[in-house]
């Protein structure tokens, strides 16, 4: 059984202005989401600025993100790290908490080689195997690239690696592991403006940025496409086209967490070495949340 279908939030982390992060702002996110049809809440990934929360802060935040969320969607909580020690731990305690899921981002920095990914993946997934796995494949982002074969060999040979939140860009190696995974893996989009390929693919869903500020359209595009109306889901894909491209003008998240202050929202400031968003882009983005029916406060 998936781990979801549809789109999950890769949900940000709201902070007061002295930056601590503010649990009751993300309280309010949470039931934000789940009343407008978002599927999963995917907690502590990069969106999330897990890479400068405290171990823990890192690990307050899944905990109560699973209490808040109270088994009314699943709850994924990103526990990679470059340290696959690291990794074991922050997943242990997500797994002993009820986490439905871990997303696992392969090693940043250290740029581990295919084997030393499956050795890294193998050891983790070996001390939570009762909790699913989905790897997380985002080379812009670490400097290393899971290879198909790499990803069709854990799902097949590790029990509880079931899924990859694909986020590479490069249809045609996603389409390459989706022909050697024979339906052992679950795909999810990892990339907002990619969503219907992927989909066409074989993937289930997407893990979402753009869901933080349009779960409602974002939920209802993978939906319509699953059940068959392909248009109705292109026309929602390609209308978002200029809000995703705003959404990634700069770094993510410092655009959505700036999306989501237009709002009203009140999600806080950024975490150095994120600074505000720069006015000229600020303004590009106004307009494509105008323009796709968001409204501002």
């Known amino acids: ?55 823990g802060e890192h690990l307050q935040a899944i905990h109560y993100t699973i209490e808040k969320a109270a088994k009314r969607i699943p709850v994924i909580a990103g526990t990679g790290s470059n340290c696959t020690e690291t990794a074991i731990m922050l ?18 920095y250290n740029k581990a080689t295919q084997k030393g990914l499956i050795a890294h993946y193998t050891a983790i997934a070996n001390e939570v195997p009762d909790t699913p796995i989905i790897m997380y494949n985002v080379p812009s ?19 509880n690696i079931v899924g990859i939140k694909a986020a590479s860009g490069d249809l045609s190696q996603i389409a390459k592991m989706m022909s050697m995974a024979d339906g052992c893996l679950e795909l999810y989009s990892g990339n907002d403006d990619q969503v219907l390929p992927i989909l066409s693919l074989g993937g289930l ?13 974002t939920h209802d595009m993978v939906m319509k496409f699953l059940e068959g109306d392909t248009a109705g889901a292109a026309k929602i894909q390609l209308d978002a086209i200029p809000l995703i491209s705003a959404l990634f003008c700069e770094v993510n998240p410092i655009p959505v967490k700036t999306a989501l202050n237009l709002m009203g929202m009140e999600v806080g400031p950024l975490r150095m070495p994120l600074t505000e968003m720069e006015d000229a882009n600020k303004e590009v983005l106004k307009k494509a949340m105008k323009d796709f029916g968001i409204t501002l406060a």
């Open 1 to 55: 059984m998936a781990i979801f279908r549809g789109a999950g939030v890769a949900i940000v982390t709201p902070m007061y202005d002295d930056g601590k992060v503010n649990y009751d702002k993300l309280g309010e996110l949470i039931e934000f989401q789940i009343a407008n049809g978002t599927d999963a809440i995917i907690i502590c990934g990069t969106t999330g600025e897990s890479s400068t929360l405290t171990h």
């Open 91 to 108: 997943s242990k305690e997500a797994a002993s908490y009820g986490a439905d899921a871990l997303l696992l981002v392969t090693p940043y």
């Open 141 to 159: 982002r670490t400097g290393c690239n899971l290879q198909p074969a790499t990803v069709v060999s854990l799902a097949k040979n590790v029990k």
């Open 205 to 217: 869903g997407v893990i979402s940025v753009l869901s933080n500020v349009a779960p409602r359209q």
